[in-house]
C-alpha cells in the first residue's frame, strides 16, 4: 500500500542551524513527490518537488529510491521557516490520487 | 484570478445539523479534491473528482457525499453532522493527472457540537 510517513511531529531548532525534516514513503514503482508548506493562517502551498529539482527558500529535497526517502533540507534554518510542513506522494498514474503524511511543524527559535 | 475559494470560513453545526460546503476555482483545472485536516493525522482525502462529471471516494468518504457541479465548482454535503466530523475542510485543485502541484483553498473550519 502506498504511504507516506513523517516521525516527526515536532522539530525544534535555532536560527541559523541546519534543518531536516523526514520524509519515507512507501510505493510500487516511480513515485512522484511533493513538499508543501502551510504558514499560520496561510493556505497549504507548494514548495517544492522532486521532479523539478529546484531550490525554494534556500530548501531542497532528494529522492532517494534505495531508502525511499526524500527528506528536506535546510542549511541554515530562519524563523520565517516556522510553519507546518508536508511530505506527499501522487499515483499511481490514472488514479488521481495524492497521500499526505501526518506532517511536521518546525519551530525555529531566536 | 482568485485560484481556489471556499465558503464559509467558519461554522459551527449542532450534532445531526446538515451542511454544503463550496468550492469553486478559475483557473480551469480538470481535478478537484475535498480533504480533512486533523492534528496528528496530516491531511485525509475525503472525495476527489478527476475531471467534471465524475467523483470517487477517498480514505475517509463516510458521512460526507460530493457533487461536481460543473468544472469550476466541487461541494461536499454532510447530510448528519457527527462530532467526529469537526475539523478543517481544504478544497484543492490540479490541471488534471497526478504529476501536477495541488493548489489549495483557505480552509473551512468546521466546528460540530
Known amino acids: 500500500a502506498q504511504r507516506v510517513t513523517q516521525p516527526e511531529k515536532l522539530l525544534s531548532v535555532f536560527k541559523g542551524a541546519p534543518v531536516e525534516l523526514k520524509c519515507n514513503y512507501s510505493?510500487?514503482?516511480?513515485?512522484?513527490l511533493f513538499w508543501y508548506v502551510q504558514y499560520s493562517r496561510q493556505r497549504l502551498q507548494l514548495l517544492l518537488r522532486?521532479?523539478s529539482r529546484e531550490s525554494i527558500k534556500g530548501f531542497t529535497a532528494d529522492l532517494n529510491k534505495g531508502e525511499t526517502s526524500f527528506h528536506l533540507k535546510k542549511p541554515f534554518a530562519q524563523e520565517e521557516d516556522s510553519a507546518m510542513y508536508y511530505c506527499?506522494?501522487?499515483?499511481?498514474?490514472?488514479?488521481?490520487?495524492?497521500?499526505f503524511g501526518t506532517g511536521t511543524r518546525l519551530k525555529v527559535l531566536a | 484570478n482568485a485560484g481556489v475559494t471556499q465558503t464559509p470560513k467558519f461554522q459551527v453545526l449542532k450534532t445531526g445539523q446538515s451542511m454544503t460546503l463550496q468550492c469553486a476555482q478559475d483557473?480551469?483545472?480538470?481535478?478537484m479534491y475535498w480533504y480533512r485536516q486533523d492534528p496528528g493525522m496530516g491531511l485525509r482525502l475525503i472525495y476527489y473528482?478527476?475531471?467534471?462529471?465524475?467523483?470517487d471516494k477517498g480514505e475517509v468518504p463516510n458521512g460526507y457525499n460530493v457533487s461536481r457541479l460543473n468544472k469550476r465548482e466541487f461541494s461536499l454535503r454532510l447530510e448528519s453532522a457527527a462530532p467526529s466530523q469537526t475539523s478543517v475542510y481544504f478544497c484543492?485543485?490540479?490541471?488534471?493527472?497526478?504529476?501536477?502541484?495541488?493548489?489549495f483553498g483557505p480552509g473551512t473550519r468546521l466546528t460540530v457540537t
Open positions: 484543492a485543485s490540479t490541471p488534471g493527472g497526478v504529476v501536477y502541484e495541488q493548489y
Open positions: 483557473m480551469n483545472h480538470n481535478s
Open positions: 522532486h521532479i
Open positions: 473528482s478527476a475531471s467534471e462529471g465524475t467523483t
Open positions: 506527499a506522494l501522487s499515483g499511481p498514474r490514472g488514479t488521481y490520487k495524492y497521500i
Open positions: 510505493y510500487s514503482g516511480s513515485p512522484e
